[in-house]
Nanobody
Framework: QVQLVESGGGLVQAGGSLRLSCAAS????????MGWYRQAPGKQRELVAG??????NYGDSVKARFTISRDNAKNTVYLQMNSLKPEDTAVYYC??????????????WGQGTRVTVSS
């Protein structure tokens, strides 16, 4: 079994910064893809930023403001969010495609961490 544990959400004023972390643990053989999605009230879940293979992708609304990074040794991915705007308010979910030690490939979601940006 694999778990994704997120941390770092909270309340911040517009223009401020937050850093989210997501650590994967459990029966991990390899992490094939890992990243962040978000869901605002009344909206669909959307990609914020993620790694897949050798590629890094960002949602259009966060490019140049958010940076994703990772620590492979810790199976952890980070999301540095700068110049936050009220429209960034959402629940942020970590997502990963992981090959477990029994070589099964599955996609996992974290429990979500809330980010609120006040104007």
């Amino acid at each position: 079994q694999v778990q994704l544990v997120e941390s770092g959400g909270g309340l911040v004023q517009a223009g401020g910064s937050l850093r989210l972390s997501c650590a994967a643990s459990g029966s991990i053989f390899s992490i094939n893809a890992m990243g962040w999605y978000r869901q605002a009230p009344g909206k669909q879940r959307e990609l914020v930023a993620g790694y897949s293979g050798g590629n890094t992708n960002y949602g259009d609304s966060v490019k140049a403001r958010f940076t994703i990074s990772r620590d492979n040794a810790k199976n952890t991915v980070y999301l540095q969010m700068n110049s936050l705007k009220p429209e960034d308010t959402a629940v942020y979910y970590c997502n990963a495609e992981i090959t477990s030690k029994d070589l099964r490939v599955s996609r996992y979601w974290g429990q979500g961490t809330r980010v609120t940006v006040s104007s």
